[in-house]
Structure formats: structure tokens, C-alpha cells
């Protein structure tokens, strides 16, 4: 993972449970511009193809056609939303060519009920406000001034705050940020720790099938510079969060720590490189098993 400048307005820090601060860079406007044209693209073809069928099958007229392509539009659009991000941990195909994924802000996993809350205020914030303008020419004066106040309050709100969130962002406790590319270091368990050392510490395969290849590069980070967490009480504090998380029943004494978080991070390594010969990569923790 790339080591963001610290700066940067746009770096977002987050303390999952874990205890280890981690830097997400803030998805730029333009990307995420591009990931709602290529949605709207693909959601369009698809509704285009249904339309094709049953109006080469002469069941409707014109007319009608027009009318269930737009709810076949409304029909498609929400469950698009929300299952793709439900399915791929917070990014559509348009978000997933842009570069970008939601997640949490609290650093914890990303719930359903955060995805259904932003994508149905997607409609509120963005859909309305287009069918709005799109029939703005048949109102009054009043009503065209009520929705170009209304769509530029809405659009505005991203401007307007750090972390570039939109209205469905805050109500749900999400933020879209850039897809971290993460590339893993040469091994560098046995320059910390000695093998021998490190082999008190066995792990099973249900122990490393917890975490994935972002939590493995946080681990590095903080391996290499142990000053990232802090005091000995915060080494420990993170042992003892990953020993429960992967349910590891083996005993850590006091003044092992490292000991064990690089025996840990070897073994992670292996696992994980071992899946990826098999054509399996696991992202983070929060990869379904279905997906791998």
C-alpha cells in the first residue's frame, strides 16, 4: 500500500479495532463522477436489452414502452445499488473501474444497513433532482426556482465538507474513498525475529483465513516501524485484538509480542500467497469466503 503524504488534505486516518491507524486517501469528485456514469451506462444497456426483447415481441406499443422503461429504470437502479456494494464490500463496477470504495468511517466493517441508507438518499440527492430538471420546462416560475435551489443545495454538500460526503454518506457513516493498491514488501519476519523464535507460535488455517492482504500490509507498516502503535501497553493491545479476532487458543507472555506478530505475519504471508497460486486473492477481512 502506497504510504500517503501525511499533508495531503484529502488523507482520511481511521483507528479500526485493531488499534492501528490507517490512512485512506478521500476519492476525488471526478472519480466518483466517472463510477455514477459508468452505473448509469450499464444500468441503461441493461434496461435497453429488456426494452429490445419485449418490443420486438410487439406485446406493447410505443408509448407503453416508454413508460416501463422508466420503471423498469426506478425497478433496477436501487437493487443495482445495493447489491453490488452488499456483494463487492462497498464498490459497483463503476466504482470498482474508477478505483473507489465506500467503507466505514469508524473503521469497522460495512453494514447493509449503511448501503441501503446511502443508495436510498441516492435517490433523493441525485435521481430526483435530474427528473426534476429534466421536466422543469412544464412548471411555473416558482417551481423552476424551487428545484434549481433544491439540486444546487444537494450538489453543493460534497463541496462543502473534508471529506467529501454526500447527504447519503452522513446519514449512513460512510465515505468514499480510493481503493488502497497494495503491494507487499519483500519478507521481512526474519530480520525482526529469529525462525526459531518464531516457531513456538503455530498457526492453523482457520487462523488465516481471517485476515486478508490489507490488514497483512497494515502489520507490515507497523513491523517495520513498531513507533507507529505507540507504547508497549499499545503492542499489546493489538496482539491481544488479533489473537481474538483469528480465536488463536495459544499463549502469548508477556514480552512476545512482536515475537508472535511476526511469526503471525510470516504465516499470513505463506497462506495467503499460497491461495493466490491458486488463483484465490483475499483482499481484507471483510471478503466474503463466496468471493474467494
Not at 485512506?24 to 455514477?36: M, P, T, V
Amino acid at each position: 500500500m502506497s504510504k500517503p503524504d501525511p499533508d495531503d488534505k484529502r488523507i482520511l486516518e481511521i483507528v479500526p479495532p485493531e488499534g492501528v491507524a490507517i490512512r485512506f486517501r478521500i476519492a476525488s469528485l471526478g472519480a466518483r463522477f466517472g463510477a455514477q456514469f459508468l452505473d448509469m451506462l450499464l444500468t441503461g444497456v441493461i434496461v435497453g436489452v429488456v426494452i429490445f426483447v419485449l418490443a420486438s415481441t410487439a406485446l406493447f406499443e410505443s408509448e407503453a414502452a416508454s413508460v416501463l422503461a422508466v420503471l423498469l429504470t426506478f425497478l433496477l437502479r436501487i437493487p443495482y445499488y445495493i447489491l453490488t456494494e452488499l456483494v463487492w464490500n462497498g464498490r459497483t463496477p463503476g466504482k470498482r473501474g474508477a478505483g473507489i470504495r465506500v467503507i466505514n468511517m469508524y473503521g469497522q466493517r460495512l453494514t447493509p444497513h449503511q448501503i441501503v441508507a446511502r443508495n436510498l438518499m441516492k435517490e433523493v440527492e441525485f435521481f430526483t433532482p435530474l427528473s426534476m430538471l429534466s421536466t422543469a420546462q412544464g412548471m411555473s416560475g416558482w417551481g423552476k426556482a424551487v428545484t434549481l435551489v433544491l439540486v444546487f443545495g444537494v450538489a453543493i454538500v460534497p463541496f462543502a465538507n473534508r471529506r467529501r460526503q454526500r447527504l447519503g454518506d452522513m446519514i449512513a457513516g460512510t465515505v468514499v474513498v480510493e481503493n488502497p493498491r497494495m503491494q507487499l514488501l519483500p519478507d521481512l519476519a526474519l530480520s525482526a525475529a529469529s525462525e526459531a523464535s518464531q516457531q513456538a507460535f503455530a498457526f492453523q488455517p482457520a487462523h488465516l483465513n481471517v485476515y486478508g492482504r490489507f490488514e497483512l500490509q497494515t502489520l507490515e507498516d507497523l513491523l517495520r516501524d513498531p513507533q507507529k502503535a505507540g507504547s508497549a501497553a499499545e503492542i499489546r493491545k493489538i496482539t491481544s485484538t488479533i489473537t481474538r479476532k483469528i480465536a488463536y487458543d495459544g499463549l502469548v507472555r508477556p514480552g512476545e509480542e512482536l515475537v508472535f506478530l511476526n511469526a503471525f505475519y510470516r504465516a499470513q504471508r505463506e497462506h495467503l500467497e499460497k491461495l493466490r497460486l491458486f488463483g484465490t486473492k483475499r483482499e481484507d477481512k471483510f471478503q466474503r469466503e463466496e468471493s474467494l
